[in-house]
C-alpha cells in the first residue's frame, strides 16, 4: 500500500509563501507522475500541478508564475512552492501519485488571509 503524507500547510498573509512537501512510501520513479491537487470548501477538487516522470510539468493558468513542483528522488519527496500567495489560494492541498493505480495524501490545510 502506498503511502503520501503532506507537510507545510498553514496560515499566511496573502503575498507570503508556503512550501508544501508530500512523503512518498515507495521509490517516486516508480510512478508516472506526481501531482498536487486542491480543494476548496463548496467546490470540487482541481488539478493544480503536475510532474511526470520525465520531468514534464503542468501548472494550472490560475497559478502558473507563481506555482513551483519538484521532487527529490532520493528523499521520495515532492515539493510545491507557493509564492504571492492569494485568499483564492485557501484550501485543502492533496498530494496524488499515479502509477498502476492512483495514491492520494490525506491533505494539508493551506490558508491566505486578506
Known amino acids: 500500500q502506498v503511502q503520501l503524507v503532506e507537510s507545510g500547510g498553514g496560515l499566511v498573509q496573502a503575498g507570503g509563501s508556503l512550501r508544501l512537501s508530500c512523503t512518498v512510501s515507495?521509490?517516486?520513479?516508480?510512478?508516472?507522475?506526481v501531482a498536487w491537487h486542491r480543494q476548496a470548501p463548496g467546490n470540487q477538487r482541481e488539478s493544480v500541478a503536475s510532474?511526470?516522470?520525465?520531468?514534464?510539468?503542468y501548472y494550472a493558468d490560475s497559478v502558473k508564475g507563481r506555482f513551483t513542483i519538484s521532487r527529490d528522488d532520493a528523499k521520495n519527496e515532492v515539493y510545491l512552492r507557493m509564492n504571492r500567495l492569494k485568499p483564492d489560494d485557501t484550501a485543502v492541498y492533496y498530494c496524488?501519485?499515479?502509477?498502476?493505480?492512483?495514491?492520494w495524501g490525506q491533505g494539508t490545510q493551506v490558508t491566505v488571509s486578506s
Open positions: 496524488r501519485a499515479l502509477g498502476s493505480a492512483i495514491w
Open positions: 510532474l511526470s516522470r520525465g520531468g514534464t510539468t
Open positions: 515507495e521509490n517516486i520513479t516508480n510512478f508516472n507522475t
